[in-house]
Nanobody, 123 residues
Framework: GVDLVESGGDSVQSGGSLRISCAVF????????MGWFRRAPGKEREGVAS???????RYVDAVKGRFTISRDNTKNILYLQMHSLKPEDTAIYYC?????????????????WGQGTQVTVSS
């Protein structure tokens, strides 16, 4: 399996940018497909983006054009670059991994999860 450790969460102003990271520890075979998810206060965990082993990325409509998911396989780090942040982006952000080659943005698809990092966007 793998252990996932997120970092980089912070408080930013609306319209600002932030990059969060997820370090992957363990057998890389278990992180072929990786994703970012978030849970806003009082809401269910929801998908943000996913990226497969070929670095093909997928995004939910709410973040398309503003967020970019990427991975550095030499350093075993997953990134989420966020621009034009809005107060509704405020949430705990989690990275997730699975050994599957298919890579949908689905909470139930992933078996490994980090502890999360808080992103707060103020208006």
């Amino acid at each position: 399996g793998v252990d996932l450790v997120e970092s980089g969460g912070d408080s930013v102003q609306s319209g600002g940018s932030l990059r969060i990271s997820c370090a992957v520890f363990g057998d890389a075979r278990w992180s072929a497909c990786m994703g970012w998810f978030r849970r806003a206060p009082g809401k269910e965990r929801e998908g943000v983006a996913s990226i497969d082993s070929d670095s093909t990325a997928r995004y939910v409509d709410a973040v398309k054009g503003r967020f970019t998911i990427s991975r550095d396989n030499t350093k075993n780090i997953l990134y989420l670059q966020m621009h034009s942040l809005k107060p509704e982006d405020t949430a705990i952000y989690y990275c997730a991994a699975t050994s599957s080659r298919a890579c949908p943005i689905s909470v139930n698809w992933f078996g490994y999860w980090g502890q999360g990092t808080q992103v707060t966007v103020s208006s």
